[in-house]
Each structure stands twice: as C-alpha cells, then as structure tokens.
C-alpha cells in the first residue's frame, strides 16, 4: 500500500478555510476555519490571523462556534460566537440570541460586546466608524418574563405567515423577516435601530458607502428568491430609495471608493435567471438615474464560484471588489474552475484571469490593491495565497496534502450534435495505466443542483473511492453552471429528459476511451438533485447499472412539491408548472415513483431525518414503493437514516456520521461488484427490452 493512501480520517484532518477579511490597512487578515472534531463529534469554527510578511497564520480564538468576523478597525476584529457562555449550552428552548465579541490581533481573551435578541443573518462595519453596524436582523417575538419562563419546559409555538418558514440546515426561521438595521457599539447594552423592515421580504448584502452615510442593500420577495432582486438605498436616517436594476438572478454588490458607481452582479430573468449566467454591471449611485450598463460576462455567474467541494467550501463566497474606481475584481466560476477576473470600465468587456490558473479559488477577501484568496486543488486542500506572489501564506493543510494524490482526468462526452459535456475521471495511475479489459468498475456520479458545477476542486470522496477500488466520473450535464445560458438553462422546467441522455453519454464515452471499466459493473450514484436522477436511471433504464446510490433524493414531485423548504419554487425549476397543483399529471409523469415497478437493480438509500430541502419522506416513499412491488428490504434495498443531520450531511454533517456514510457506499458498491448471475441478465434483458 502506498504511503500516501487515502483513508477516510484524513478528511478529519484537512481545514476548510471559508472566509478571509482584509483589515483596511492591507496588512493583515482574519481567517475562518473549519476543523472537523472527531472527539467531539462536530465541526469547530474558530478564527486565525495572516500578518503581512508571515508565511503561516497564527491561531486568535479556540472556538468552538467563533463566525462571521469583520474588522472594526486595524487592531480589531468583531465576530459572532455561540459556547462562550454558559446559558447558551443549556438548550436551544430560549428563543435564539446572538453574541457579539471583539478581540485585538494581539492576541488575549475575547471581550464581550453585545448580545441580539434575535438572529443576525449579516454585519457590516461602517467605513468612516467601524463600532457603527450595518446588519441584517430578524427579532425575537417580545415575552414577558413568564412566557421566557415557560418557554423553557415548553417551547412558544411558530405561526408562519410567509413562505419559506423553515430553511434547511437553520430550521424554522424567526417570525420576523430580515430586515437593515444600525447597531452602535456603545454604551452597556447597545440595541439595534431599525432602518427598513417588511413583513415578506428579505434583504440581504448590505454594502456601504464611502462616507458611512448609506446602505445598499438587496430586497427579495422570500417566495421568489431564486427570482426578483431589487437594490435599495437607505441612509443611516432611514430614508429608503430604489436604485433601478435588471431584478434577476443576483451576487454581491459594491459601491466605488468615490461613492459614485454601484457595481452589481445580476441578470434580467426573473423566472429562470438562477440557471444561467450573471453579468457584471454599473450604474449610479443616484436613484434619479434608472440606467445600468453591462461591463462584464462570461460562462458563468459573476461574483461566485460555485464548484462543488466536500474540503473546499466558503462560509460567504461572494466576492466583488472595488480596487479603484476604474477596476474591479470578482470571483467567477466557469468550466468547473474558480477564478479571480479582473475587469477596467474604460475597457468593457474585456476580462483579465488574475488568479485560478494553476488552482481552483474558492474564497476571496480584499482591501485596496491588496487581495488574499484561498487556493486548492485535487491534491490540495486549499491555502491561502497572496494575488501577485506564488507562494502560499499558510500551511495549515500541508501535511495532509500529501495523501492527496489523485489528479483527475478531463474529457468531454458529445451527447447530441453540438452538446459537449465535461466530465472529470478520479481514478489512479495503476487504474488508468491497466490495459486489461473489463477489469474495473466504475461509479457514474452525478452532482446536486442542478445549478452548480463539478469540477477542479478538490473531493475527498471521490479520491477515496477511487483508491478503494471505485474510480469515479463526475460530469456537468445541461443544467450545470458555468458554461452560459442555454447549457445552463436547458433543463429548466423539464428535468429528467436531456440530462438523463447527458449522463448515458458519459457512461458510454468512459466505457470507449476506457476499456478496463466493465460494463457489467457501472453505478449510477448521486444526491439531492443528483438523486433524483439516479431514480430516473433506475426507473427508466433498468438494468443498465449494476447497483444505485440515492442520497437526499427526490422521487415525488406531487409530495415534494408542498413539503420541501422552498415549496414554491421547485415546480417552475423541475416541472415548468407554477405549483404541483396546475398539472399534477405533469408532475407524476416526472416522477420516478410513477415507474417504480421497473426497478430490477439493487438501490442503497441514503437520507438523513432533518433534511428540509428533500424531506425524509421522499425516501419513505420510495423505499415504500419497492418494497410494494417485491423488492425485498435489507436485500435488494437497503434503507439508511442519518439522524439529526441536514441536507448538507455529506459536506457539513458530524465526522462519524460523515464516516459511516462513507463506508456505506463503499460496502453497497464492493457488495454488488460482480457481474450478474444468468438470471439477473435475462430479468435485466426482458426488463430492458419493456
């Protein structure tokens, strides 16, 4: 075995680092890391600090839960932070508040600056007065004394008035819409002021102007936001006024350090902008002004990445930048890479690749010229890296580094004239060096979203598998990010259809170029979305694959249309339908329970009990359902249920939660890895030939 075999612990090694703060001065920066602990069995979040001129980061706080960290000045830092004291480890039945701490890039203990009766969703340090915030807030419902009292032994009821009301990964969200707020860091208890606040609407990415005068921020109507986007303008006496935009799909915005140009990262769509491209604009900071002008756009969305990762994730992966009031840099996802671009209005249009060359950015901070991002790879977890310098200024991943030793391969699969899907192959040398036939099996992988993109980042989970025994190929079909609109909205409203032939054309073109994977031995293995495509594999093509992996799937769009956290959206995504309800024909016909009498091939469900996005009970569904038409549990399928896990399990869930979900697939995968026996053919012939 060689020394640098991948196991399943070294994921437990390997820090994810999902943010960076540039202090104003350039010459320091604050980190968010995320370290898995095994002991304790949760994932740690504390915060360290890059000093100009250091190669390694010095370590600030200990965690267990220190967040979202911005800088009020040089020397200070301001962070959010749960555990700290001991009324927030007693339990989650007091209505959630939010601490705030200061600590000095000195070094020594956190100092207690403020504690929100409600739940901060973003802050934002004014630039002329860092202890004067800009946040976005929800409040806690007012109680007596008594209701608090009793709210410990049993907790207040929610009354939703608005969709969503719950979010996975959060829960039931606060009765009170986010809304912008100032909070001044004085005196013994500061209390939030607020500056505008609707009943149904979400703002979100407030952005300040140079003077400290005003606010940009964006409003969403909550049951659209995958859609409508408006920008606003509110000054810190709360005098709110629109700043006409194309209202799509939306990313981070900015305001020049002149505070006369608001650049904003957004599309024109309102229906189905989140699957396509998001352009790079400018317009005036004046309300009075209703014109925008187009600078920037590629294959991808502007402002994000979007390339899936289970190492190299970002807490906030927004990033825009001014660095003059001629030039901005942005990050930017496109072919299954991070990037930095850098665009000069005086030449629009016209982009510079300033960083992702040699390896996928993920996460981006900047003040000034200065500009720091994390960096990775598929044989590094990611470090922080310097724009302008090639050497890392960190090495908090670089021992663990050295077990990652899987560099995929990148082909394309033509799946119809003029449609070319990307696909990465993680197998290794030995596995791609062999010549002899039919030797191998390989996992057919596809990625959730749809609207997301596989592809350079690094995965723990797929070099795992491949070092087992499995290699894996994973594709961007149509309906993927980052290679423009019509590829990215070409499923839009018709799932299941030109994605279904996007994978059988990655399996085909992987069996042609290699011909040591074994037919006979294909898996089709996906989640969320990707889930639900394995469904549709398995129901609508029996017998082609070996065995399937369903993970946080979807088998039912008339259940799932009305129960998932976002229920009035996922219609028009999937279907073309406003709601279920419209065309419950259509919604069926969809669906992969509808054919779930076709099911010949052995299926591993994976789901966790708190998935809110695909609720538990569309796995009960479909584990239901075959064993309604003879499939036997425990044999032909078999039924996991990670408890008090999220959607997220996969990327975010506890260390041995994450462990066993691993090992699960590995054993359904080395479980099924023969060919079929003579019966199994015929059943899979006469299946096929139906």
């Known amino acids: 075995m060689s020394k640098t075999h991948l196991e399943i612990d070294h994921l437990f090694e390997t820090r994810s680092l999902m943010e960076v703060k540039v202090a104003p001065n350039g010459r320091q920066a604050v980190l968010l890391v995320r370290t898995p602990n095994a002991e304790e ?46 009324d927030e480890e007693k339990g989650a039945k007091k209505p959630p508040k939010t601490r705030l701490y200061t600590i000095s890039t000195d070094g020594g203990e956190p100092e207690h600056a403020a504690t929100l009766d409600g739940v901060l969703w973003a802050v934002r340090p004014s630039p002329r007065d860092g202890r004067t915030l800009a946040i976005v807030f929800s409040e806690n419902p007012k109680r007596s004394d008594k209701e608090i009292e009793l709210n410990e032994k049993a907790q207040a009821p929610v009354v939703p008035l608005a969709f969503p009301f719950r979010l996975d990964g959060t829960g039931l969200l606060p009765e009170q819409s986010p809304g912008l707020f100032l909070l001044a860091l004085d005196g013994k208890k500061p209390k939030p002021r607020r500056l505008a606040q609707e009943h149904g609407f979400w703002y979100s990415r407030p952005a300040w102007t140079p003077d400290g005068k005003a606010v940009v921020v964006q409003r969403s109507d909550e049951s659209k936001l995958f859609a409508r986007t408006e920008l606003w303008l509110v000054s810190t006496s709360g005098k709110a006024r629109e700043l006409p935009c194309p209202g799509g799909a939306s990313g981070p915005h900015a305001v020049s350090p002149d505070g006369t140009q608001l650049a904003f990262c957004m599309n024109m769509d309102q229906v189905a902008g989140h699957t396509k491209s998001i352009p790079l604009n400018v317009r005036s900071l004046d309300p009075a002004d209703p014109s925008w002008r187009e600078v920037a756009r590629t294959g991808g969305r502007i402002g994000f990445t979007d390339v899936l990762s289970d190492i190299a994730q970002a807490a906030d992966d927004d990033f ?13 996802g496109e072919s299954g890479i991070g990037q930095l671009v850098q665009v000069e209005l005086d030449k629009p249009g016209e982009l510079t690749l300033r ?18 991002y994390v960096s990775s790879s598929p044989t590094n977890p990611g470090e922080l890296y310097l724009l ?10 670089k021992a663990v580094a050295k077990r990652y030793r899987i560099r995929p391969t990148r082909f394309q699969a033509v799946s119809e004239p003029d449609v070319h899907i990307d696909t990465w192959l993680w197998a290794t040398e030995e596995q791609l060096a062999t010549r002899k036939r039919a030797s191998l099996p390989l996992v057919v992988y596809v990625h959730g979203g749809p609207a997301a993109q596989a592809g350079e980042a690094p995965m723990h989970e797929y070099a795992w598998l491949a070092e087992n025994g499995f290699p894996v190929a994973i594709s961007n079909p149509r309906g993927s990010t980052g290679y423009g609109d019509e590829h990215g909205s070409a499923i839009f409203g018709d799932w299941g259809e030109k994605d279904v032939r996007d994978i059988l054309a990655v399996r085909e073109e992987a069996l042609r170029r290699h011909p040591q994977f074994d037919p006979e031995r294909t898996f089709i293995v996906g989640g969320s979305y990707g ?18 992996i369903t993970q946080r799937s979807i088998c039912n769009h008339l259940s799932f249309g009305a129960t998932s956290d976002f229920p009035l959206v996922f219609a028009r995504i999937a279907l073309g339908i406003d709601t279920v309800f419209a065309d419950p024909q259509r919604a069926w016909d969809k669906s992969p329970l509808a054919q779930i009498q076709n099911v010949v091939d052995p299926l591993l469900v994976i789901h966790s009990d708190n998935d809110l996005r695909c609720p538990l009970s569309q796995a009960d569904e479909l584990v239901g359902g075959l064993v309604a038409v003879g499939r036997k549990l425990g044999e032909d399928v078999r039924y996991v249920i990670f408890r008090g896990e999220s959607h997220g399990l996969s990327r975010g869930g506890r260390p041995e939660n994450r462990r066993r979900r691993l090992l699960e697939i590995l054993g359904w995968l080395q479980k099924h890895n023969t060919p079929r026996d003579g019966a199994g053919r015929a059943k899979r012939k006469a299946r096929a030939a139906k």
């Open 531 to 548: 889930g639900y495509m394995t469904n549709m594999m398995l129901t609508r093509h029996p017998g082609l694959f070996r065995a399937g």
């Open 41 to 86: 069995q949760r994932n740690d979040y504390s915060l360290w600090l890059w000093r100009e001129g250091a190669k390694k980061l010095r370590r600030l706080t200990k965690g267990p839960a220190d967040r979202s960290p911005v800088w009020v000045d040089n020397d200070t830092i301001l962070f959010t932070a749960t555990k700290r004291e001991a």
């Open 355 to 372: 960083g992702g060359i040699d390896g996928h950015i993920n996460v981006a901070g900047a003040a000034g010229q200065r500009v720091l």
């Open 320 to 332: 825009l930048h001014w660095m003059d009031s001629n030039t901005i840099i942005a990050l930017n």
């Open 388 to 397: 302008g310098e090639d050497d890392p200024q960190s090495d908090l991943n």
